[in-house]
């Protein structure tokens, strides 16, 4: 008999991974106790977390302003080198410029840079520095070299080389090449780069200090240790408060540095 | 055509292959004058463009000879070429404008062979070459456009920078690679006059070859005082506007219901 003419076929190695997919969150449930009734006992936990930590209670003004300061100055620093040191290696390990011998050792920085979570690089960078700020600059700088130079290594990729080849047809020197063909066509997607990382600068600093590596984290830990709630409430407002004055001052960097450039932020 | 008139640029038996055994150039062999308007003309494909970019090496000839000022072209390393394609400014059919920097500064685009990278990138160029660049923004009919951004500008205003741009380098030879092919047919005959006008006078009363590919064969006519015709990678008529006559063309394009 022959069958119905079928629109769609079916694809029972789909269906198959569909089935496997749902088996294996069950078996994960019940592997790591995630059921009901403990997430019922939890909530009355936070309940009670919540009622500690309120009203809020800046027990320690000195720690918590030097903390801050100190999360503020790594987070700027930080992002002030990793930008100045992402800016070669990104323009490096940008395949239509560079050839395969330069691009391919600054390729394998930067994927050396973006492979460790920047806590794992804090601890390392901890270990080998010792306690303290040096080690939390490191770690930051470490993450945005990673992320600004892979991005701009791929924007410049995606430039005209016509531009490019009109500047090198007038005998432009190499140096002059790049200022003139290359860089004033990424500018402005670099200055996006820099500040989106200046801003997530701001809110890693304030977790190396978890691990020893300088910041307000130091302080936070040290807090919840001491079940300190109500000033642990405290600085995670004054976290939150620094958070938003930075994306008010990233944007405002971008607002001067692009204001050549509105016409392609459209 | 050109004996007895100083040779600008000679080109002895040019080949070049883009991949092995599919020859783009076949033996070109021309030499240009000193002055006047060398059009070539032919099929898309043909190889005009590559001819023209072998010129500055943009494309890397597979052999031949390219003698200009003296020297063989071909031959030079990275720094002489850097410093022969000083000599030579190139017109774009898409403009090649540096869309995000300003008219002034595309101009003097034309000067950073002359001008150590430092200064360029700091825009220190010397008052000679600035005030050279407000003149020829006036030749090129754009004074007052100075400080706006190359990609506020319309076709035939981006043009006219770009012809702006080669002619402060100051060269001894002028390329355009279908200067026109993106523009309206006003705006086309415009810009051809303004390329006839800054060759004659490139801004110190001195004139200059130039090569212009071309695939409008009446506005090649009109302005060309030489025309090349090329037919796969070959060159099959060179002689004045008034000799291009329909059989000539037939043989150039191939075919001949175009011609009706």
Known sequence: ?266 | MTEGIATALSIRNLDKEYTRGKPVLRAITLAIGATGITAIIGPSGTGKSTLIRCINRLVEPTSGEIVFQGQDLVKLDRRALRLARRQIGMVFQEYNLVERLTVMENLLCGRLGYVAPLKAWLRKYPQGDIDRAFSLLDTVGLAGFANQRADSLSGGQRQRVGIARAIMQEPKLLLADEPTSSLDPKTSVEIMELIGRVCRDSGRGNAIPVIINMHDVELAKRFADRIIGMSDGRIVYDGAPAGLTDAMLKTVYGGEAWLQ
């Not at chain 1, 973006?114 to 306690?131: C, D, E, N, Q, Y």
């Not at chain 1, 890693?204 to 302080?219: F, H, L």
């Not at chain 1, 008010?248 to 607002?255: I, K, M, S, Y």
């Open chain 1, 1 to 266: 008999m022959a069958a119905n003419p079928r629109a769609f076929e079916r694809n029972r190695l789909a269906t198959f991974g569909w089935l496997a997919l749902a088996a294996y969150v069950v078996y994960a449930c019940s592997r790591l106790d995630f059921t009901w009734a403990r997430f019922m006992t939890g909530l009355d936990n936070g309940a009670r977390f919540i009622g500690r930590m309120l009203p809020p209670n800046i027990a320690q003004p000195d720690t918590l302003l030097k903390g801050l300061t100190e999360s503020l100055e790594i987070a700027v620093l930080a992002s002030f080198l990793g930008i100045l040191v992402s800016l070669p290696i990104g323009l490096i390990a940008a395949r239509n410029l560079m050839p395969p011998w330069a691009s391919w050792p600054a390729r394998a920085i930067i994927a050396l840079c973006r492979s460790f979570h920047p806590v794992i690089v804090a601890i390392l960078f901890v270990k080998a520095v010792g306690f303290g700020a040096l080690a939390g600059i490191l770690a930051l700088v470490v993450a945005s070299v990673g992320f600004i130079g892979k991005l701009f290594a791929e924007a410049i990729e995606e430039i005209s080389l016509k531009q490019v080849e009109a500047v090198r047809a007038t005998g432009a020197p190499f140096m002059s090449l790049i200022s003139y063909g290359v860089l004033p066509q990424v500018f402005s997607r670099f200055v996006g780069f820099a500040t989106y990382q200046l801003d997530s600068n701001l809110r890693n600093s304030t977790m190396v200090g978890i691990v020893g590596a300088g910041g307000i984290g130091g302080t936070l830990f040290a807090a919840f240790q001491r079940f300190d709630y109500d000033f642990v409430c405290a600085i995670l407002l004054c976290i939150i408060g620094m958070i938003m004055v930075g994306e008010v001052l990233a944007t405002w960097v971008r607002g001067v540095f692009l204001e050549r450039g509105k016409v392609d932020e459209e």
